[in-house]
């Protein structure tokens, strides 16, 4: 691909209507335009037909296509494969993401298990009436974060009806910093190294999934043949780590190991 060509953004649209988070996503769009070729594509999660998890555990056990649930949950899989970088945009509900957005998330369970996104940028919107863009975003970032997006910006914007002066000109101050800033993570092709968050939540995974070749095998053959079972490797993709973060992940998965130990010893006896 040249540098000319457009990024591929996809948008994962939480919001149930054309409103202000589709405002948001679009004035967002031609600000990122101003910087760098896009192309904008939209999932509207509503035009969709997904239904909800049924906690069969399959997906982890068995791998995601054994799930029992025949709807269009596959073709965001396929269309966010395919994207340069996904935005994550809902507005708050009930302090939180939409309902629509959460069955998606919970749909992508496997996913927090068995990561796979390390070459994508996530950016992330939230619109709120007052409350809960903070936490929404916070939300939204260990998400797409575990999943292995690099998150590289977020945008969180207050949206009353009418939206008064003062907070219109903030949000757009907002979107057009978030701009300059993602459209100069989306030109960087490397990603940046792991923080302590992402460090201990490697290394806390491993020491469970090194032992859940019975349990979860899906989850242990994934590790095992992206080669992360391998003690050398010190992060799902190779950047380099902070030695302190390093040490810290080591001991965090000393303990972590031990108490999975425990646990499935605790269990196969209580099977017994
Ligand atoms: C069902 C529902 C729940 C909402 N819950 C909250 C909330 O918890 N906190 C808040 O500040 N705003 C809340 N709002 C306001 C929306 O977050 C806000 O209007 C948002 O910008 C709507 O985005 P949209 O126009 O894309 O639908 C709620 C709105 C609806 C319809």
């Keep these: 691909m040249s540098t000319t060509d457009p990024k591929h953004i996809l948008v994962i649209m939480g919001s149930p209507r054309k409103g202000n988070t589709f405002h948001a996503c679009e004035m967002f769009r031609e600000l990122l335009e101003q910087e760098i070729p896009v192309q904008f594509d939209y ?41 340069d970088a996904v935005i994550f945009a809902s507005p708050v509900y009930a302090m939180n993401v939409t309902s629509l957005m959460k069955l998606m998330i919970d749909r992508f369970s496997f996913t927090f298990h068995r990561p796979e996104y390390f070459d994508k940028k996530a950016f992330l919107i939230a619109t709120t009436g007052a409350l809960g863009h903070e936490e929404v975003l916070k939300y939204l970032a260990d998400v797409a974060g575990i999943w292995g997006f690099e998150v590289t910006g977020k945008a969180g914007l207050v949206t009353p009806i009418p939206v008064p ?43 469970a999934f090194s032992q859940l070749m019975t349990q979860s095998p899906a989850d242990y053959q994934y590790w095992k043949e992206k080669g992360w079972l391998d003690k050398k490797v010190k ?25 999975v130990k425990k646990d499935l010893i605790t269990s196969s006896g209580a099977k017994e």
């Excluded at 998890?53 to 966010?80: N, S, V, Y």
């Excluded at 992060?235 to 992940?249: D, E």
């Design 165 to 207: 002066a003062h907070l219109a000109e903030r949000n757009q101050k907002t979107l057009q910093n978030a701009a300059h800033a993602f459209s100069e993570a989306l030109r960087r092709s490397r990603r940046r190294s792991p923080g302590l968050k992402d460090v201990i939540i490697f290394h806390g995974q491993r020491a």
């Design 43 to 83: 999932i509207w999660l509503k035009d969709l037909t997904l239904h909800p998890c049924r906690g069969c555990l399959l997906c982890f056990t068995k791998g995601e296509q054994a799930c029992p649930i025949h709807d269009d949950i596959p073709k965001i899989w396929e269309k966010m494969r395919k994207a």
């Design 235 to 259: 992060y799902f993709v190779p950047l380099p780590v902070n030695p302190l973060y390093h040490a810290i992940g080591v001991l965090v998965e000393w303990i972590a190991t031990k108490k």
